[in-house]
């Protein structure tokens, strides 16, 4: 249950932290200052969920690690995080159609998860919930306004949710790891809340006057440690500090 439970807190971990780094490379390029400060916050409450769930995983690994070393001393291959959070931001329709899904899967998540056996967990989750909930609010009243919006703005906005459309099924994978875990009451049956987020993107996306993409084949392997080509580059800005200056702390 160790390695589970490790594996699982890792993953979350690294789901908060790439999304985090992706976000913060808005900072002073985002549309219009409140924007950019709004942005940069949403980035900031991601990165904070990420230092507790590191400090855990480290704690449950029980090898010494640190948030410092699981963050920026693993390789391309060792992250487990989604496929799409570590996509790029593009433009600015594009970042929020990534942060709309993500969201909606989260909030729900998180909510379910404060039920958990685990003590830390659960905490850890009571509060990322209420930070959840204003990232879905944010990102679906900027998907509603850009897609009833201008003939481009709508046009970028359908584009983007079409293009990040085949990475969202992902979120509803769950291993061996993950499935004794929720059979352990720990874990989150992430199939439990396919249902609640397809209505709630269908919801802001009728209200968008966008159209829902139709299903089919999805994108896989980010839990396993198969990334994106962009990743590399990512994380070659994320740990620069720590690789150039060895023992940096967070």
Same mark, same amino acid.
């Given at each position: 249950?160790?390695?589970?439970?490790?594996?699982?807190?890792?993953r979350?971990?690294?789901?908060?932290?790439?999304?985090?780094?992706?976000?913060?490379?808005?900072?002073?390029?985002?549309?219009?200052?409140e924007?950019?400060?709004?942005?940069?916050n949403?980035?900031?409450d991601?990165?904070?969920q990420?230092r507790?769930?590191?400090?855990y995983?480290?704690?449950?690994?029980?090898?010494?690690r640190?948030?410092d &070393?699981?963050?920026?001393?693993?390789?391309e291959?060792e992250?487990?995080?989604?496929?799409?959070?570590?996509?790029?931001n593009g433009?600015?329709?594009?970042?929020?159609?990534?942060?709309?899904?993500?969201?909606?899967?989260? !909030?729900?998540f998180?909510?379910?998860l404060?039920?958990?056996?685990?003590?830390t967990l659960?905490?850890?989750?009571?509060?990322a919930?209420?930070?959840a909930t204003?990232? !879905?609010?944010?990102?679906?009243?900027?998907?509603?306004?850009?897609?009833d919006?201008?003939?481009?703005?709508?046009?970028?906005m359908q584009e983007?949710?079409d293009?990040?459309?085949p990475?969202?099924?992902?979120?509803?994978?769950?291993d061996?790891?993950?499935?004794?875990?929720i059979?352990e009451?720990?874990?989150?049956?992430p199939?439990?809340?396919?249902?609640?987020?397809?209505?709630?993107i269908?919801?802001?996306?009728?209200?968008a006057? !966008?159209?829902?993409?139709?299903?089919?084949w999805?994108?896989?392997g980010?839990?396993?440690?198969r990334h994106s080509?962009?990743?590399?580059?990512? !994380?070659?800005?994320? &740990?620069?500090m720590q690789?150039?200056?060895?023992?940096?702390?967070w």
């Amino acid at each position: 249950m160790t390695i589970d439970l490790f594996t699982y807190t890792l993953r979350l971990a690294d789901d908060a932290a790439i999304l985090g780094q992706r976000l913060g490379e808005w900072c002073g390029h985002a549309p219009t200052l409140e924007e950019d400060i709004g942005l940069a916050n949403v980035a900031l409450d991601h990165i904070g969920q990420a230092r507790t769930l590191y400090t855990y995983a480290g704690e449950v690994e029980g090898e010494g690690r640190d948030e410092d &070393q699981l963050c920026f001393l693993r390789k391309e291959r060792e992250f487990g995080n989604c496929l799409l959070v570590e996509q790029p931001n593009g433009d600015f329709a594009h970042t929020i159609a990534r942060q709309l899904f993500f969201s909606a899967f989260m !909030l729900p998540f998180w909510r379910k998860l404060t039920g958990s056996k685990d003590a830390t967990l659960a905490a850890i989750a009571a509060k990322a919930e209420k930070e959840a909930t204003y990232h !879905l609010r944010h990102s679906s009243e900027w998907t509603i306004r850009l897609g009833d919006g201008t003939q481009e703005s709508a046009a970028r906005m359908q584009e983007a949710i079409d293009t990040l459309w085949p990475y969202t099924g992902e979120l509803f994978e769950a291993d061996e790891a993950v499935t004794r875990l929720i059979a352990e009451g720990i874990a989150v049956d992430p199939a439990s809340i396919r249902d609640e987020w397809h209505s709630t993107i269908r919801d802001v996306l009728d209200q968008a006057v !966008l159209r829902m993409p139709p299903e089919g084949w999805m994108q896989t392997g980010g839990r396993g440690g198969r990334h994106s080509e962009s990743f590399g580059h990512l !994380l070659t800005e994320m &740990q620069y500090m720590q690789r150039a200056y060895p023992g940096l702390r967070w």
